[in-house]
C-alpha cells in the first residue's frame, strides 16, 4: 500500500468533499493513477490526465544525500486546451465552467433536499 503524506492526506479530503466519493475510493483511484504513470514512464510515454493535460517524465541522475539514492527527474507538462481555458477565464475575471458545474451540483442537491 502507499503511504500519502499529510499534504497529499489533505489534497484527498479536499476531492472527497467536493466529490461526496469516500475517501478511501479516491485513494485507490489515485494508487492507479500512479501506478498507470510508472508504467507510461517505463515505456517512455508519457501520461495524460484528463482536463489538465500531458505530464512526461525522464531520468536525468542519482545522487546520494545521508546514504540515500534519489532520483533527478526533469518533468515536462503541456496544458491541455481546457485547462488554458479555465486559467484564462479566471486571469479575465470570467465564471469559469468548473464554477458553473458546481453551481450545477449544488442547485442539484438543494433540490433533492428539498423534494425529500
Known amino acids: 500500500m502507499i503511504r500519502f503524506s499529510n499534504k497529499e492526506h489533505a489534497f484527498i479530503q479536499k476531492i472527497h468533499y467536493l466529490s461526496g466519493l469516500p475517501s478511501e475510493d479516491i485513494k485507490e483511484v489515485w494508487e492507479a493513477i500512479v501506478t498507470q504513470t510508472i508504467f507510461n514512464y517505463m515505456e517512455d510515454k508519457p501520461t495524460s490526465f484528463p482536463l489538465i493535460g500531458e505530464f512526461n517524465f525522464k ?46 451540483k449544488i442547485r442539484n442537491s438543494l433540490e433533492k433536499i428539498i423534494i425529500e
Open 59 to 104: 531520468h536525468i541522475d542519482d545522487f546520494i544525500s545521508r546514504g540515500k539514492k534519489e532520483a533527478i527527474i526533469e518533468t515536462e507538462f503541456v496544458p491541455c486546451d481546457f485547462l488554458k481555458k479555465i486559467i484564462g477565464q479566471i486571469k479575465d475575471g470570467e465564471e469559469t465552467e468548473i464554477e458553473k458545474l458546481f453551481k450545477r
